[in-house]
């Protein structure tokens, strides 16, 4: 199923009398502030989050789950899907594959397809926490960290398969998540399953393309409930480091303990030069995979404040770092999820670009932490969505991706097409 740009700006016009009077009041608040509005359509136009392929399923917990009907069933029909979504927000204009979730058959024929729904393709990623049917050894004890360097072998020559795949999609980023670990106290020797995953991790790293990179992800527990193998930043961190300039950390939100300032965690690896990506969701306990800023926004703001602020010290665009939703759709439609998800990052983003970093660093100089605070607060509080609106709508986009996406009734069509018990590939 596709949309026509001329279906969303019929449905639009309803709406624009509304939309510009909202527009035009936010508008104006921001041109009296001296905000170079301009300059924020810009960049809020620019910025495109990757979609995962394994993301446009119904998921499910270990208790259950409860699909929706009308699941792509293959690699094409999960690109159709986040074309549509792009249709609607000009905002996911990429797509990040999981290997062997969905392994690109043919790569000119995908290319053309991604070429024709406006995708491009983001890191893609290796998966290491599965065992195939076809694979000869099991990773029932962990992959890059086993004890048997055969197991070890199996893995390195996957991610460098996933690596291949990459390159023939016209990718240079690798992402690597391990659920390596030990579930039980003396399961494993840590210093040496460390050791194993950091000499497996240069096998790989020696094996990619020179222009290729690699994100190291970090979590701190499950599958490995006792010790993963690399559960925190300072962990990948040290990773990267040895592996060399081409290795950094990602930074997956959920992939931390509760009340981890992960602002501050960003900034670090930022200032090293050793932030490469992000994964999107949001959390209450531990790594729920909920719709980003569903629970926590004020965090996503200040995550964002300090990616723009960093990323603008060192002159690099936003694109510069992998953005990716990584989240997983227990009751909600999985693109509706992922529409509220992308608007809430986009969000974030505009938040952030509206503070005013001179007056922020003036109340540091000052030592004045009341001024810094009404600074963030004031861009925070700030209804911009208006603005995220105008964006859209600029680009060709929908005014309401989510009013849209009802109108159309795409889920029951998807439904049809596909039937109501299909299930995709992924979580
Ligand atoms: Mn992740």
Redesign the pocket.
């Known amino acids: 199923m596709k949309l026509s740009k001329q279906q969303i700006a019929y449905l639009n016009e309803k709406q624009l009398k509304s939309h510009q009077s909202r527009w035009n009041i936010l508008k104006d608040q921001l041109e009296e502030k001296d905000v170079d509005v301009n300059g924020m359509l810009k960049q809020v136009r620019a910025f495109q989050i990757a979609i995962p392929s394994w993301a446009l399923g119904t998921g499910g917990t270990r208790f259950g789950r409860f699909p929706a009907g009308g699941a792509p069933r293959d690699l094409e029909e999960k690109m159709y899907d986040i074309g549509l979504l792009h249709a609607l927000n000009r905002s996911s204009g990429a797509i990040s594959l999981h290997i062997p979730w969905d392994i690109p058959e043919n790569a000119g024929h995908i290319k053309t397809l991604a070429k024709e729904l406006g995708l491009r393709f983001d890191a893609v990623n290796s998966n290491t926490f599965q065992d195939q049917p076809d694979q000869k050894y099991s990773y029932r004890y962990g992959s890059l960290c086993h004890t048997n360097k055969a197991v070890r072998d199996q893995a390195i020559a996957h991610n460098l398969a996933v690596v291949k795949y990459g390159v023939e999609l016209g990718t240079n980023v690798l992402s690597v998540?391990l659920s390596d670990g030990a579930i039980f106290p003396g399961q494993h020797n840590i210093r040496k399953a460390l050791q194993r995953t950091m000499d497996s991790l240069q096998e790989i790293y020696k094996g990619m393309p020179d222009n290729f990179e690699m994100l190291v992800?970090y979590?701190p527990f499950e599958p490995a409930f006792y010790a993963t193998v690399i559960p925190d930043w300072g962990t990948s961190f040290l990773l990267v480091n040895k592996l060399g300039e081409r290795a950094k950390t990602?930074v997956?939100l959920?992939?931390h303990l509760p009340n981890t300032n992960i602002e501050q965690i960003v900034s670090t690896l930022l200032a090293e030069r050793k932030l490469g990506g992000f994964?999107f969701?949001d959390s209450k306990y531990a790594d729920d995979d909920l719709t980003t800023g569903s629970i926590k926004p004020y965090q996503l703001f200040l995550i964002f404040h300090e990616l723009v602020e960093g990323l603008k010290s060192q002159n690099h665009p936003m694109q510069y770092l992998s953005w990716?939703i990584?989240a997983s759709h227990n009751i909600k439609d999985p693109l509706e999820d992922l529409l509220q998800s992308v608007e809430a990052i986009k969000l974030a983003f505009a938040q952030a670009l509206l503070v005013d970093e001179n007056k922020l660093m003036e109340s540091q100089e000052q030592n004045d932490p009341v001024s810094a605070q009404e600074i963030l607060q004031d861009a925070f509080r700030t209804d911009l969505r208006p603005l995220i609106a105008e964006a859209r709508l600029q680009e060709g986009g929908a005014l309401d991706p989510i009013g849209v996406y009802r109108t159309l009734n795409v889920r029951k069509e998807l439904i049809r097409q596909r039937g109501d018990k299909t299930v995709a590939t992924g979580l």
């Open positions: 998540w992800e979590k990602l997956d959920g992939h994964h969701n990716m990584d």
